[in-house]
Nanobody
Framework: QVQLVESGGGLVQAGGSLRLSCTASGSIVGLFRMGWYRQAPGKQREWVASIFRGNSGNYVDSVKGRFTISIDNVANTVHLEMNSLKPEDTGVYYC???????????WGQGTQVTVSS
């Protein structure tokens, strides 16, 4: 089993910044990708960004140029630096770890991000 513990999030005004972190523990063997999803009220969960090892990361178009994902492979921790936040970025942000061979997905408990206008 894999456990994901998130930190960060909170309330910020539009234009502000927040940093999310997620540390994985447990049965972390083999190749895996880590990333972030978010779910706004009344909407489906959507993919935000993901990263594999030392790659630069991939992003949904709506956050490109504003969000930066990074990973510490030694600490098994992924960070999401969010700048120039907009009210539409509001939602619960979930950390995700996907094992690349088995395609098993693991999820964090979610952390609330609220951007006020």
């Amino acid at each position: 089993q894999v456990q994901l513990v998130e930190s960060g999030g909170g309330l910020v005004q539009a234009g502000g910044s927040l940093r999310l972190s997620c540390t994985a523990s447990g049965s972390i063997v083999g190749l895996f990708r880590m990333g972030w999803y978010r779910q706004a009220p009344g909407k489906q969960r959507e993919w935000v960004a993901s990263i594999f090892r030392g790659n630069s990361g991939n992003y949904v178009d709506s956050v490109k140029g504003r969000f930066t994902i990074s990973i510490d492979n030694v600490a098994n921790t992924v960070h999401l630096e969010m700048n120039s936040l907009k009210p539409e970025d509001t939602g619960v942000y979930y950390c995700n770890l996907q094992k690349l061979v088995s395609k098993l997905d693991y999820w964090g408990q979610g952390t609330q991000v609220t951007v006020s206008s």
